[in-house]
């Protein structure tokens, strides 16, 4: 699995995605951006990265770690 991270700029708008790596590499050549591209429907302002941790910085306390698996 690889965990993307994808910023639309005009809407402001994160996704995070664990993308099956046989899919990417199979359909995809490996190639993200390819991936991305087919599957979002995004702005022609937009970013990505592989992503490892991801917290979440409230106002008024610390950061917490960001399970994603735990928000099903």
Avoid at 7 to 15: Q, S, Y
Avoid at 32 to 58: A, C, F, G
Wanted: proline share 3%.
């Amino acid at each position: 699995m690889k965990r993307i991270a994808v910023i639309d700029r005009e809407t402001h708008t994160l996704f995070v995605e664990d993308i099956d790596e046989s899919i990417l590499n199979e359909d995809y050549n490996g190639n993200v951006e390819d991936y991305i591209k087919d599957n979002y429907n995004l702005s022609d302002n937009w970013v990505w990265e592989h992503i490892v941790r991801t917290e979440y910085v409230p106002i008024d306390g610390d950061p917490i770690a960001v399970n994603f698996r735990d928000l099903l």
